[in-house]
């Protein structure tokens, strides 16, 4: 083996240099001794994070435009001067002006700041507000000049100008303003991005605020609603495509203004995480929130806040309208879940769709209307032009849906499962994902859910979910007048990882050659040897019957976000043997309607014996599931889901909530 492992090296290092690039490969080889203790992926993350960085430097050096970087002030002058040090030690001063603003202060610091080398000074005869200093910054610069709008008091890392710029140009045209990571002096979080405060709805706060420095989502750039003024890149024909600040602004609300104006112009706004700045907490003002704030508060609110809170997500005649988003249409047990959401509301009287980067599904009667889009970025300008409740189903989905409804209609994120489960390796590629994953679930959804160890889950991430479990059509799946054999195992065949097929396969092989084996499911190649048969793509109907043959239904999940087929079998009066699959907790009673054992071939086994060998078992068990398969009605869950989606329509947040420790705009 190790021979044979020595033999592939060459190989390996060859696709991870075509794959990731040559410093890839460096950083494994210098991290692989760290491997067994596992300490190589926080290492690797810094190596790629530097490797990113180089790259940056060279698209920079070969694209960079020219930049004028606007530093407001007013008061004392020490922090002022701490940040024209950090910029000329970190920008590129053949392609960067400074321009530092003071507004008004007394005629001390006026003069100090006379002092300051390498900047332009505008010194302000009064005191007009941040807003008013930017502006009188940005009419400095040139025509083709783009700004950097960035506080007295924030400290520049290395790179961080370079890799704004390449955000604001190198991802998409639509992009206008760009904002970094923002931390604290003692390497906290402070900002990464901004978002309406749900608690307190009159304010706005930051994204992953007070999270370690090394807070995995935080480190995924993504747009965001607002950027803080702090630190913003403003591109040039955005500048002229919306004009200025609004110096109507006395004191904060006029980075979220200006951020809303360039969403209202088809400009988004991007977070990038690469870019790093330390922000000394606005140590020149205090955070108490005066007459000047609150006049901002009311002035923004005046002109935002039926473009928040005015969104018609009704027909005329009161039903909902409804959009529910997916990656496919494949066959699965979370699309079953959705096209019945969409077939039950349409029975409904309610107005729904489904849009989809795959077609009509041909394996489920969905009746609800499906359009099929090429790629993410064209269903998310078609979805941005819908009036509706739009519903994220899968994490690559939460982005597309999330943008096509900042201007129009409402989001909700329905998590069938915390997503993380299926990017559970150590690679590079898995750590990524699950980053995205985490970063994917946004303060501003509304969140519904299938189980509580996902309620569980979302709470911990500061996000609250209605609890919706899937429900199970007791037409279909129910007891029929057929004769159930004493010798015959069902179980789903499925190459899916999380549902560890491979146990059930061992466990049914340590009982010997009784009973029969008999898998569902499409993928017929996982039939084993030996007294075992695969029944391909069946019916809900066929999959009925079988559950009225079965002596037993088999389920070895490691995990799953809710386990629907063992209350079909609950359902159709057959006794189930489970492990603990986190999501089947919410139904499976060990000993009452199922039995629940550990996830080994021997335990199952003998869980399976158990059952083959006790009627009385067998009889109590049955009883206990039908009893539980009574709540998971259909009707009820609709209700349940017809309730949740009326409120999020008719949802009007109300001010008044506690006031966030600082001021988050305009700082």
Known sequence: MLNRMLNDLPKRAALTVRTYGWWNLLGRIATAPLRPLGLDSGVRLKLQQRSVLRGTVRWYRENGRLVVVVVPTFGATEVTFAAVRGLRRTVDRSRTRIVVVDDGSEREHQEKLGELQGVELVLAPDNAGYAASVNRGIALAGPDDDVVVLNNDVVPHRGWLAQLQMAAYDNRDEVGIVGPRLLYPDGRIQSAGSYRNVGAPEWFDHRYRFRPEAFAP????????????????????????????????????????????????????????????????????????????????????????????????????GALRVIYVTEDTGVGGGHRDIFEHLNRLQARGHSVALFSLGGQPDWFPLEAPVHT???????????????????????????????????????????????????????????????????????????????????????????????????????????????????????????????????????????????????????????????????????????????????????????????????????????????????????????????????????????????????????RLVHGGLQTVQSYSWEHRIDQLERFLSRVADERPQAGGAVPGERVSGS
């Open 373 to 619: 889009f090429a790629d993410y970025d064209e269903l998310a300008a078609a979805l941005a032009r819908e009036e509706a409740i739009k519903v994220a189903t899968w994490w690559a989905t939460g982005d597309p849906v999330w943008r096509a409804s900042v201007r129009r209609g409402r989001a909700v994120f329905f998590v069938q499962d915390i997503e993380t489960s299926y990017y559970s390796g150590r690679s590079g590629v898995q750590e990524r994902a699950r980053c995205e994953v985490l970063a994917s679930y946004r303060e501003e959804f509304r969140y519904m859910t299938i189980a509580e160890v996902s309620a569980r889950k979302l709470a911990e991430l500061g996000l609250a979910a209605e609890l919706v479990p899937p429900g199970i059509d007791l037409d279909t799946f129910r007891a029929l007048e057929i004769e159930r054999r004493g010798d015959m195992l069902l179980a789903l065949g499925r190459s899916n990882p999380l549902k560890n097929f491979p146990l059930t396969v061992e466990a049914w092989r340590r009982l010997g050659s009784e009973p029969e084996l008999c898998l569902f499911g499409v993928e017929p190649e996982l039939r084993p040897e030996g007294r075992s048969r695969y029944i391909q793509a069946p019916s809900d109907g066929e999959v009925n019957e079988l559950l009225n043959q079965a002596t037993v239904f088999v389920q070895t999940s490691r995990h799953e976000g809710f386990c629907l087929p063992p209350l079909e079998a609950m359902a159709a009066g057959a006794p189930v043997v489970c492990t603990d699959a986190n999501g089947n907790r919410d139904f499976c009673r060990d000993g009452d309607n199922c039995l629940m054992v550990e996830s080994d071939p021997g335990a199952v086994a003998a869980g399976i014996e158990r059952v083959l060998g006790d009627s009385e078992l067998r009889a």
């Open 218 to 317: 935080a480190r995924v750039s993504t747009d965001a609603l607002a950027v803080t003024g702090a630190c913003m890149y403003l591109r040039r024909d955005l500048i002229d495509a919306i004009g200025t600040f609004d110096d109507g602004y006395a004191m904060g609300y006029e980075d979220v203004d200006y951020c809303l104006r360039a969403w209202e112009a088809d400009r988004s706004v991007r977070y990038e995480a690469l870019s790093t700045l330390t922000h000394m907490e606005s140590p020149t003002r205090g955070t108490a929130q005066g007459e000047r704030e609150l006049s901002s508060q009311r002035r923004f609110w005046d002109r935002w806040g039926g473009w928040f809170d005015d969104r018609p997500v009704r027909t005329t005649d």
